[in-house]
Antibody, heavy 122, light 110 residues
């Protein structure tokens, strides 16, 4: 059974940093692209970032970012630990959201975690 | 960044069929493989349809997907009260190098 478990969400002040983690199990992690998708309170889904298992999806080293986070957020993965990460710097109040880790499969996101809440507020 | 447009809400009676549209304003839409997600209140999204019309294992055939021109459609037949949820369409835009989501549609089963 595929499981994705996010952690690291917290209440932080604007301008500070936070690192999210996603522990994956139940599938061959290094065979799949992985993503972060967020949902602000009462709002819809917003893709944040993705990292391919190789470089074929994006020219920039197999990594892509939404315009809203580019230059502030950094996605990474540790295939040995079956883990996905999101380093979030220079956080803004508009980054407040529930952050989901999602596995890509079949031209869609076929498995999702339950999310970790990030609140940016002074 | 989203260029996928969904109606904010739809409603229908139990047992009836409802359709939810997802239209694209970009010329890239023809290249999109559309996926559909169901998000029940307080839960994570779940995939219902991928590659515009395919159902993952375990998704009942009451859910169907289609795509034509600049619009995609999710159909839900035999509506049940348990189908009340938010539904999102999504697509990978290879020219933008980004995944896109529609704004979501709230389904009410009257």
């Amino acid at each position: 059974e595929v499981q994705l478990v996010e952690s690291g969400g917290d209440l932080v002040q604007p301008g500070r940093s936070l690192r999210l983690s996603c522990a994956a199990s139940g599938f061959t992690f290094n065979d799949y692209a992985m993503h972060w998708v967020r949902q602000a309170p009462g709002k819809g889904l917003e893709w944040v970032s993705g990292i391919s298992w190789n470089s074929h999806t994006w020219n920039t080293g197999g990594i892509g970012y939404a315009v809203s986070v580019k230059g502030r957020f950094t996605i990474s993965r540790d295939n040995a630990k079956n883990s996905l990460y999101l380093q979030m710097n220079s956080l803004r109040t508009e980054d407040t959201a529930l952050y989901f880790c999602a596995k890509e499969g079949g031209d869609g996101f076929d498995h999702w975690g339950q999310g970790t809440l990030v609140t940016v507020s002074s | 960044q989203s260029v996928l447009t969904q109606p904010p809400s739809v409603s229908a009676a139990p047992g009836q069929k409802v359709t939810i549209s997802c239209s694209g304003g970009s010329s890239n839409f023809q290249d999109y493989y559309i996926s559909w997600y169901q998000q029940l209140p307080g839960t994570a999204p779940k995939i219902l349809i991928y590659e515009s019309h395919k159902r993952p294992s375990g998704i009942p055939d009451r859910f169907s997907g289609s795509k034509s021109g600049t619009s995609a459609t999710l159909g839900i037949s035999g509506l049940q009260t348990g189908d009340e949820a938010d539904y999102y369409c999504g697509a990978w835009d290879h020219r933008l190098g980004a995944w896109l989501f529609g704004g979501g549609t709230k389904l009410t089963v009257l």
